[in-house]
């Protein structure tokens, strides 16, 4: 079966301090991988997703950035955090086919920038 | 382009009580339709799924039917309990957003459940 793993839970940072997120899938290949975010008692904001290695597209313009260095492994980055960054960051997958398929999340990360 | 419009929060009711969510939707093309739930501190959780017309999903007493006519996914339980405190999110995967295959939410509704 399909797991995804998402790390670390729970992470506090300064401003202007460095980012990264990891989000890793099994028993699957060649997944659609997402990066989404969750702002305090609001609604889930995509910020950006990927079809294969190496292939990021960005859904908002923004103060992070994303990589896919493996076929199952999706990264969240940012050079400087801003206090706006706080939130609640949540990987998902998909396969690759079938247009039916709902997406699968990972548990999240909580990351409060002080 | 692509949007979910949830019923608007929080919902406080007692345990058996009888649960609605409403959800509608707008998409371009025929979308399938989901129902997630996040408890406290969680991610989110697929609840149930409809992919075309008149389809009913269901799962753990929830039940939504795909309502072509009225663009609606409304989410209902016949007796709600104190567990099923969480989040509920529509959503909508519009067959037209081609491989990316995007997700578009509704924005959430709190349900409390009080014993």
């Known amino acids: 079966s399909q797991t995804i793993h998402q790390w670390p839970a729970t992470l506090v940072q300064p401003v202007g301090s460095p980012l990264s997120l990891e989000c890793t899938v099994e028993g699957t290949s060649n997944p659609n991988l997402y990066w989404y975010r969750q702002a305090a008692g609001r609604g889930l904001q995509l910020l950006f997703y990927s079809v294969g290695i190496g292939q990021i597209s960005s859904e908002v313009p923004q103060n992070l950035s994303a990589s896919r260095p493996q076929d199952r492994q999706f990264i969240l980055s940012s050079k400087k955090l801003l206090l706006s960054d706080s939130g609640f960051y949540l990987c998902?997958?998909?396969?690759?086919?079938?247009?039916?398929?709902?997406?699968?999340f990972g548990n999240g990360t909580r990351l409060t920038v002080t | 382009g692509d949007s979910v419009t949830q019923m608007e929060g929080p919902v406080t009711l007692s345990e058996e009580a009888f649960l609605t969510i409403n959800c509608t939707y707008t998409?371009?093309?025929?979308?399938?339709l989901f129902w997630y739930v996040q408890y406290p501190g969680e991610g989110l959780q697929l609840l149930l799924k409809a992919t075309k017309a008149d389809d009913k999903g269901s799962n753990k007493g929830f039940e939504a039917t795909y309502r072509k006519e009225t663009t609606s996914f409304h989410l209902e339980k016949g007796s709600v309990q104190v567990s099923d405190s969480a989040v509920y999110f529509c959503a909508l995967i519009d067959p037209l957003s081609g491989s990316a295959r995007q997700l578009t939410f509704g924005s959430g509704t709190q349900l409390t459940v009080l014993p």
């Open positions: 998902a997958w998909c396969p690759p086919t079938g247009v039916n398929s709902p997406l699968h």
């Open positions: 998409a371009t093309g025929y979308p399938s």
